[in-house]
């Protein structure tokens, strides 16, 4: 990567098309586009160009509404680099969402794929469909593009991007992004991974996620490497003839991909071994399962990085003993998002690793006992504020400075960092025990029958909603169906016994106390978390079964 002489995304985007001009830098799986890094700024700036004809001044906002697609790092270095405020939109929030986030950013323009088109109806500024920033007649009009006269240079402190997130506490905030977040963020991140010209990314997380915007197209972009995009959701039908088709060598993921691998292909196949039964063969067995992981990865991964919420220990485990290139680490959108993370082969097991170069953590009011308190964080990373909600972003910083992330951990004596669990979600045991549900889903959702789980406290009572994996249901709906009392019983002994199996391996403070089948998929976060305020004890109907 070469030197930057200012933090900006304008002078990434001046650069990169300079230093890897005849690189692939943008490229849909399919091949119905390929943008190179010597087109990448001049189709960066034909699309500046139109949103300044559109009346757009430097600090406005334009919103951008799209699949995962090249066409989507054009729209955003093109905006960002000429001085407008980026705002990424997630394609799953519905028409409501996406029009209250447009009133309250106050954006003048939309740039929407056509699929998507619908969910702007009624918008009455301009929209620009973002098909056309990579079409022959971009590409014809970027041939005489100037990009120092379209980009002239940033104050990096300058906003960038305001991205609101749909976070598990409720209401959406927009985080405000200047370009110092996020590129220090890119230059940090190169503590934990380097890329290089000859990388392929493969991209299979939403791009209006600042973990995979930050540390999937902005670090490739900075880096020279190409960026692949899938034009569907990465199911396995979607995603398998991608990764053989790229041979991806670096990929971001969050932990639902990898576990639902691990628990539907690979954990069954190791369970039809016959030395699988013996528990010192298990990690020598994990060790070729990781060898055929790998192959299944398209044969090149060399960086699977993790996060947006914790791995399954057992998942953690098996990937440990497989040797496989898996990389955790630890962040939040309002942190650009990186905070800390390990390397590949330098992971330690349920460990997100030691604190970013050049960003400072620190466990405020560690308790005696156990040094856990609230994660607090300090560096360039750190976002501006709340957009518009001076109140909510006084809330989220101390009187010296530091963000409060919200979560609770506690460093070993290398300075790594353990995530305990949310401190919002911490449950207060009858003796005054800490009980982090998380760890407790965490062993449910091991279950065989389980596909997963949310665990809530109600005073000193814990319950959990459990979904049973689909084909269990549907086993237990084929033996009962000519009685649904007797599917409701088996279906509760099910559930009873999970709740013991669980039971056996926690603390007294921590046992589950009741467990009751959740009927339909928990709704979640981009990140895959499940949206707690949504759920509970009194809300959902549901079908229980209680300790006997």
Request: charged share 25%; glycine share 8%.
């Amino acid at each position: 990567m070469y030197n930057l002489t200012s933090q900006t995304l304008r002078n990434v985007l001046i650069q990169s098309t300079a230093t890897y001009a005849e690189r692939p830098a943008l490229c849909a799986v399919d091949g119905s586009t390929v943008v190179h890094y010597k087109d990448l700024g001049p189709l960066a700036s034909v699309f500046a160009g139109r949103l300044a004809a559109s009346g757009l001044a430097k600090g406005d906002r334009a919103i951008l509404l799209s699949e995962n697609r090249p066409e989507w790092g054009v729209a955003y270095l093109g905006a960002t680099a000429a001085g407008y405020v980026i705002v990424p939109i997630l394609t799953d929030f519905n028409p409501e969402q996406i029009a209250n986030i447009i009133a309250h950013s106050e954006a003048k323009v939309v740039v929407v794929s056509e699929k998507l088109r619908q969910k702007i109806a009624g918008f009455p500024g301009e929209t620009i469909s973002i098909e056309s920033l990579a079409s022959p007649e971009a590409r014809k009009m970027a041939a005489s593009a100037n990009l120092e006269e379209t980009f002239p240079p940033l104050d990096e402190d300058s906003l960038a991007a305001v991205l609101y997130t749909s976070g598990t506490t409720g209401n959406s905030k927009g985080v405000m992004l200047s370009h110092k977040n996020l590129v220090s963020n890119v230059v940090a991140s190169r503590s934990i991974i380097r890329m290089h010209r000859t990388d392929r990314f493969l991209s299979i997380l939403p791009l209006a996620h600042t973990y995979e915007c930050t540390l999937g197209l902005l670090n490739g972009i900075a880096q020279g490497s190409s960026n692949w995009y899938l034009d569907k959701p990465p199911v396995a039908s979607v995603l398998l003839p991608a990764l053989k088709k790229v041979r991806p060598t670096i990929m971001l993921s969050v932990p639902l991909i990898i576990e639902k691998i691990y628990r539907a292909s690979v954990l069954p196949a190791l369970q039809k071994m016959g030395p699988y039964k013996h528990e010192s063969l298990r990690p020598l067995l994990h060790r070729l399962a990781g060898i055929k992981l790998k192959k299944t990865f398209g044969g090149r991964i060399r960086f699977f990085g993790i996060g947006g919420s914790a791995v399954a220990p057992d998942v953690e485990a098996f990937l440990l003993d497989a040797r496989f290139a898996y990389a955790i680490g630890y962040g939040l959108t309002e942190t650009s998002p990186l905070i800390a993370g390990s390397a590949p082969h330098h992971t330690t097991l349920r460990s997100t690793g030691p604190a970013l170069r050049g960003v400072d953590m620190r466990i405020a009011d560690p308790k005696p006992d156990t040094g856990e308190g609230e994660i607090q964080v300090r560096g360039p990373n750190v976002m501006k504020g709340y957009f518009k909600d001076a109140e909510k972003t006084k809330e989220v910083f101390t009187e010296d400075g530091w963000f409060r992330t919200g979560d609770l951990g506690i460093f070993d004596a290398k300075g790594r960092l353990f995530i305990r669990g949310r401190l919002k979600t911490m449950i207060l045991g009858a003796s005054g025990e800490n009980i982090y549900p998380e760890e407790i889903e965490a062993m449910i959702n091991k279950s065989a029958y389980v596909a997963e789980s949310l665990v809530m406290g109600e005073g000193s009572t814990l319950t959990a909603l459990v979904q049973l994996k689909q084909e269990v249901i549907d086993d237990l709906k084929a033996k009962y169906k000519d009685s649904i009392e007797d599917f409701e019983q088996a279906s509760a002994e099910l559930l009873e016994f999970v709740r013991k199996e669980v039971n056996s391996g926690l603390a007294a403070f921590s046992k589950v106390s009741k467990v009751i089948l959740h009927h339909e998929p928990f709704e979640k976060t981009p990140t895959q978390k499940i949206k707690r305020f949504l759920y509970s004890l009194k809300g959902p109907k549901t079908e229980g079964a209680e300790p006997k």
